[in-house]
Nanobody, 120 residues
Framework: QAHLVESGGGLVQAGGSLRLSCRASGSIFSINDMGWYRQAPGKQRELVAAITSGGSTNYADSVKGRFTISRDNAKNTVYLQMNSLKPEDTAVYYC??????????????WGQGTQVTVSS
């Protein structure tokens, strides 16, 4: 099994920045794709950004040019640098990772979520 723990959320004014981190732990052989999703009240969960094990990235159109996803494979950690934040970025942000583990084989895992609130 793998466990994902996010950190870095909080309250920020519009135009500000936050950096989210998500570390995977457990009996992990390897981690393939990692990503960040978000869910605002009354809305469906949506992909924000994703990164492959080789470093290729993909972003939602709404965050292109403002958010940057990166990863540190040695630390099993993925980051989301969020700049020029807008009130519409307010949501619970979830980390997702495809982990190959000793016990469960290859599976997708979710973190518990971290709240990001952007005030206008």
């Amino acid at each position: 099994q793998a466990h994902l723990v996010e950190s870095g959320g909080g309250l920020v004014q519009a135009g500000g920045s936050l950096r989210l981190s998500c570390r995977a732990s457990g009996s992990i052989f390897s981690i393939n794709d990692m990503g960040w999703y978000r869910q605002a009240p009354g809305k469906q969960r949506e992909l924000v950004a994703a990164i492959t094990s080789g470093g290729s990235t993909n972003y939602a159109d709404s965050v292109k040019g403002r958010f940057t996803i990166s990863r540190d494979n040695a630390k099993n950690t993925v980051y989301l640098q969020m700049n020029s934040l807008k009130p519409e970025d307010t949501a619970v942000y979830y980390c997702n990772a495809e982990c190959d583990t000793v016990v469960a084989g290859n599976k997708y895992y979710w973190g518990q979520g971290t709240q990001v609130t952007v005030s206008s």
